[in-house]
């Protein structure tokens, strides 16, 4: 028998359930030193990673999980001013009412719940954070075909790719760009009506004659498309040359684009995975004009099309780590995380015009001038004196909103390990404005 003690979200909570089962701790504890006393191949292995003050009780979401094996022993005593650094619940969170109570062997647990708006932002130390497992490796064309977040700040050498999420503000990023006049690499150049997708060789060219707008003959959205690209050498062409590489398929660009030599540097724009697949859900069953045209989305509701499109809730994950949706693991979003951590610009939806400006910072694009901030301005509410939020007001989509902490939020949040990723991406949006030199703007 081999016996696994966790302590993620979903198991240690499972482990207060479980007190009540495995019934009083001291006889728990004389069964598992009966059966050390006794021959056989019983091991008793238990991870753990327990803050040293247990109350008021909070939980790590990625522990840092230390293994032993053997006998349990009793914690020695910890001194109060050990403690004073370790994140507790805020006091915001402390003073909501209490929602139920149960009762163990050491006192009565009492249960509040607080919901996100009241708990204000910690700050996380290396025992507390989110962060992803520091040992992982990254795929090596990731590690050798993009630039760390650290590297490419402002560097012009390295080809900029945008990684475009579906419902993250994609084609208002993609106009903002061409607004301000780069030549951008997507799916429009090799539309067959603009008569340049058979091209053998790669062509700059303007595909509307109301907007002076330019891009190449190439279709960087799909695998073949990507394939072409590489066969005319996109990346490492200067003439003419691509200012921005735009696509979802991560993957298939960084793998078949990029090289030791001609590197990339991505940037991605992210927004919570609820409001991502509402935003899908009711787009795609009206948008006739999309390849990926759902009409009969109509007829069945969220809660029904959530039942059955389970693979939508992980669709960055899948993304990033190259894995089939419905065999991703826990190991696969640390690794998602590693990889956004390291070699990915993050910008936040609900930070829009303030994400651009990383964008360009990181970019090496000069928006200073009064014509690329007419392009912004004309995407975006630009907030007036007082207003400390700015958010995409452009190619926005109206819908139903989910309600936090609904059943139906539940379930589209159940299993996500997208949801788990955008926290982590929460947390390192901060930490990346300090990387490229821009101070962080107070949201509050």
């Given amino acids: 028998t081999n016996m696994r003690v966790c302590g993620n979200v979903t198991d240690l909570m499972a482990q207060l359930l479980?007190?009540?089962?495995?019934?009083?701790?001291?006889?728990?504890?004389?069964?598992?030193?009966?059966?050390?006393?006794?021959?056989?191949?019983?091991?008793?292995?238990?991870?753990?990673?327990?803050?040293?003050?247990?109350?008021?009780?909070h939980i790590t979401p990625t522990p840092h999980l230390t293994c032993a094996e053997g006998p349990l022993h009793e914690r020695e005593n910890i001194n109060d001013e050990d403690t004073k650094a370790e994140q507790?619940?805020?006091?915001?969170?402390?003073?909501?009412?209490?929602?139920?109570?149960?009762?163990?062997?050491?006192?009565?647990?009492?249960?509040?719940?607080?919901?996100?708006?009241?708990?204000?932002?910690?700050?996380?130390?290396?025992?507390?954070?989110n962060a992803p497992n520091e040992s992982i490796e990254l795929p090596k064309s990731i590690?050798?075909?993009?630039?760390?977040?650290?590297?490419?700040?402002?560097?012009?050498?390295?080809?900029?790719?945008?990684?475009?999420?579906?419902?993250?503000?994609?084609?208002?990023?993609?106009?903002?760009?061409?607004?301000m006049g780069l030549t951008l690499a997507n799916q429009v150049g090799a539309n067959p009506k603009f008569k340049h997708n058979e091209e053998t060789a790669l062509v700059e060219f303007k595909p509307w004659k109301r907007y002076d707008w330019s891009v190449i003959n190439v279709d960087t959205t799909t695998r073949a498309g990507i394939l072409r690209a590489q066969e005319l050498g996109l990346v490492s062409s200067r003439d003419p040359k691509?200012?921005?590489?735009?696509?979802?398929?991560?993957?298939?660009?960084?793998?078949?684009?990029?090289?030791?030599?001609?590197?990339?540097?991505?940037?991605?724009?992210?927004?919570?995975p609820v409001e991502r697949l509402e935003s899908l859900f009711y787009y795609l069953q009206k948008?006739?004009?999309?390849?990926?045209?759902?009409?009969?989305?109509?007829?069945?509701?969220?809660?029904?099309?959530?039942?059955?499109?389970?693979?939508?809730?992980?669709?960055?994950?899948?993304?990033?780590?190259?894995?089939?949706?419905?065999?991703?693991?826990?190991?696969?979003?640390?690794?998602?995380?590693?990889?956004?951590?390291?070699?990915?610009?993050?910008?936040?939806?609900?930070?829009?015009?303030?994400?651009?400006?990383?964008?360009?910072?990181?970019s090496g694009i000069d928006d200073s001038c009064k014509e690329r901030q007419s392009c912004i301005a004309s995407l975006a509410r630009v907030p007036t004196k007082g207003d400390k939020q700015a958010t995409r007001a452009s190619n926005s989509d109206p819908h139903p909103k989910t309600k936090p902490g609904s059943d139906l939020w539940k379930l589209l949040t159940e299993d996500s390990l997208d949801v788990l990723l955008y926290?982590?991406?929460?947390?390192?949006?901060?930490?990346?404005?300090?990387?490229?030199?821009?101070?962080?703007?107070?949201?509050?």
């Fill in 18 to 57: 479980l007190g009540f089962t495995l019934g009083e701790k001291k006889d728990y504890l004389q069964t598992v030193q009966q059966a050390e006393d006794e021959p056989g191949d019983m091991k008793l292995t238990y991870c753990y990673d327990c803050p040293k003050k247990l109350l008021p009780f």
């Fill in 88 to 129: 507790t619940c805020p006091q915001s969170c402390m003073s909501q009412g209490i929602a139920w109570s149960f009762g163990s062997q050491s006192d009565t647990v009492n249960v509040r719940q607080c919901p996100a708006s009241t708990i204000p932002p910690v700050t996380r130390t290396a025992e507390t954070s």
């Fill in 143 to 179: 590690q050798s075909n993009l630039v760390d977040v650290s590297e490419g700040v402002g560097q012009t050498s390295f080809t900029p790719f945008f990684w475009h999420i579906p419902k993250c503000a994609g084609t208002a990023i993609q106009n903002l760009y061409f607004c």
């Fill in 242 to 272: 691509a200012d921005l590489v735009v696509s979802g398929e991560f993957d298939s660009v960084v793998s078949h684009l990029f090289d030791k030599t001609n590197r990339g540097k991505v940037f991605a724009m992210f927004r919570h």
């Fill in 287 to 362: 948008a006739n004009w999309e390849s990926t045209f759902h009409p009969e989305w109509a007829k069945t509701s969220l809660r029904d099309w959530a039942k059955t499109h389970k693979g939508e809730k992980n669709w960055m994950v899948h993304k990033l780590v190259n894995k089939d949706v419905h065999s991703l693991t826990m190991d696969d979003l640390e690794l998602a995380k590693q990889i956004v951590k390291e070699k990915i610009l993050v910008g936040l939806e609900s930070k829009f015009v303030e994400s651009i400006h990383r964008f360009n910072v990181y």
């Fill in 423 to 444: 926290e982590y991406i929460e947390e390192i949006y901060e930490h990346q404005g300090e990387i490229i030199g821009i101070e962080i703007k107070d949201s509050a």
